[in-house]
Structure formats: C-alpha cells, structure tokens
Nanobody, 119 residues
C-alpha cells in the first residue's frame, strides 16, 4: 500500500523557520523524483521545489530561492523541506509528490500539511 505522509506544518511568525518532512512507503523511493508543491487560498497550486532521485539536482521556484532547501534521505524514504525566513505569502497547504522517473504519469500525493505565517 502506497503512503505519502507530510508532517511539520504549523503556525510561525514572519522571519521564522519550519522543517517539513514527507515519509513514503509502498514504492521504491529511490526511483522517484520528489517535489514539494503548495496551494494557497485563491491561488493555483505551484511547484515549490524538486529533487532528483539521487539528490544531485534541485530546482526551486523563484519565490523561495535562497530561503528554502529541499533534501532527501533514501535510506529513510523521506524528503524534507527546510523553510527559513518565512513570509506571510508562504502561507499555504504544502503537498509532497513522488514522480516515477521512468514514467512520469505515475505519481503519488500526500494529504498536505498547513503552513501559516502570521504575527
């Protein structure tokens, strides 16, 4: 049974930090590129960051470059998103996505974790 479970969201003040985790099971994690997306109220879902299967290639949305860092631990089947210098506009539900590199139509989503940046 495939499971993708995010955790680590919460309420944080502007300028603060959070670390999101995404634990995966039920598939060969090391063969999947992993991404974080976010969906803010009234906006379209957007790609935040993506990491290749081995972790050597990382891509970020312009809005988070220099503030967010994506990483993965294939031994633990987990991907992380370290978020620093958070802004109110980072408020959204953050979703983890697993994409099979040999067949990009095969992908899995988590249920999402809420991140709220507010004073």
């Amino acid at each position: 049974q495939v499971q993708v479970v995010e955790s680590g969201g919460g309420l944080v003040q502007p300028g603060g930090s959070l670390r999101l985790s995404c634990a995966a099971s039920g598939f060969t994690f090391s063969r999947y590129a992993m991404s974080w997306y976010r969906h803010a109220s009234g906006k379209e879902r957007e790609l935040v960051a993506r990491i290749s299967t081995g972790g050597g290639i990382r891509n970020y949305a312009d809005a988070v470059k220099g503030r967010f860092t994506i990483s993965r631990d294939n031994a633990k089947n987990t991907v992380y998103l370290q978020m620093n210098t958070l802004k109110p506009e980072d408020t959204a539900v953050y979703y983890c996505n697993a994409e099979y590199t040999a067949n990009r139509s095969l992908n899995y989503w988590g249920q999402g974790t809420q991140v709220t940046v507010s004073s």
